[in-house]
């Protein structure tokens, strides 16, 4: 079946400007989760979603990064503002939920940004 | 903080061979263990899940945890050149849900 999707798979964007990231989780997967891939950092995560709801967002690095969720699916990464620190690769993920511990996360292809 | 942590590597080995790959962690409260495979500019695709102590098997693979001392590995028999990637170890604390990653371990299989 079809795995998690993301798009653009690559951004490049300028300093200042705003960017909208999004995720498409495997059909029928409650939870949805962000993570961001740079290097020297490894992989951070941002922020988890069970259903529309977002019950962590203890990942998410300043007020410049929101994201919502709609219709239990997709789900949308905006970022404000971006500085040249945002540069990195965005993950997404997805489980079946509700998020417990030996659930398994499958994760999207990235999408790569590029702040210059 | 809640650490993983990893040789950054590189791990080489013969084709044929056997890779170790080691982590550890500092969270006596993980419940969950992962390997994940990564290729270069590719996203993580897991290779094992673990969450009982001892070994457990799937293949080629043979994942080892060892909670009192913190430890998990990732044994990989018969390595071939299609293994080297850079392998993540992560871990899921109780009843939690984030993965914490180790700075992943880059094994290089050569022919």
């Known amino acids: 079946g079809a795995g998690v999707s993301q798009s653009p798979s690559n951004k490049v964007t300028e300093k200042g400007k705003d960017v909208e990231l999004r995720c498409d989780p495997i059909?029928?997967?409650?939870?949805l989760y962000w993570y961001r891939q740079s290097l020297g950092q490894g992989l951070e995560f941002l922020i988890y979603f069970q259903g529309n709801s977002a019950p962590d967002k203890s990942g998410l690095p300043s007020d410049r990064f929101s994201a919502e969720r709609t219709g239990g699916s997709v789900s949308t990464l905006t970022i404000q503002r971006t500085q040249q620190e945002d540069s990195a690769v965005y993950l997404c993920a997805s489980s079946l939920g509700p998020g417990a511990a030996t659930d398994t996360q499958y994760f999207g292809p990235g999408t790569r940004l590029t702040v210059l | 903080q809640k650490e993983v942590e990893q040789n950054s590597g590189p791990l080489s080995v013969p084709e044929g061979a056997i890779a170790s790959l080691n982590c550890t962690y500092s969270?006596?409260?993980?419940?969950?263990f992962f390997w994940y495979r990564q290729y270069s500019g590719k996203s993580p695709e897991l290779i094992m899940s673990i969450y009982s102590n001892g070994d457990k098997e799937d293949g080629r693979f043979t994942a080892q945890l060892n909670k009192a001392s913190q430890y998990v590995s990732l044994l990989i028999r018969d390595s071939q050149p299609s293994d080297s990637a850079t392998y993540l170890c992560?871990?899921?604390?109780?009843?939690?849900?984030?993965?914490?990653f180790g700075k992943g371990t880059l094994l290089t299989v050569n022919p």
């Open positions: 992560a871990v899921i604390e109780g009843s939690n849900y984030k993965l914490t």
């Open positions: 969270d006596r409260g993980s419940q969950s």
């Open positions: 059909s029928g997967h409650t939870a």
